[in-house]
């Protein structure tokens, strides 16, 4: 958490001087790096990668549960996990479509 807070104490040090960060340079924040110059069909294209794998976890986390491999609070958090995902992929899905339609009906 300290090198977090220093690093946006920095980050905003270098902002106030008119120094900003290249595009190449990572900026990190909540455990995961962001690319700055990452396209936005890239940035799907990894939360969608995340979701599968986490469908995918919740589906192994299952299996080894009904042959006894695995302990309850696992396959219940896995499962969990899975549940929160397929909500916001839903959410996400149902947002995109609205927005396309609302695209559709603008006059030209």
Do not use: C
């Not at 340079?25 to 599968?52: L, W, Y």
């Not at 976890?57 to 958090?77: P, R």
């Amino acid at each position: 958490m300290v090198a977090s807070f220093n690093d946006a104490i920095s980050a905003y040090r270098n902002a106030a001087s008119g120094q900003t960060a290249s595009v190449a340079e990572r900026v990190g924040g909540n455990g995961q790096t962001v690319n700055p110059g990452e396209s936005f069909a890239d940035m799907v294209k990894g939360a969608a990668i995340d979701a599968r794998a986490t469908m995918v976890n919740s589906e192994q986390m299952t299996q080894k549960a009904i042959v006894g491999d695995a302990e309850l609070h696992e396959v219940v958090t896995a499962v969990s996990a899975a549940e929160v995902t397929l909500r916001t992929v839903v959410s996400v899905r149902d947002k995109a479509v609205e927005a396309y339609q609302s695209v559709l009906s603008m006059p030209i």
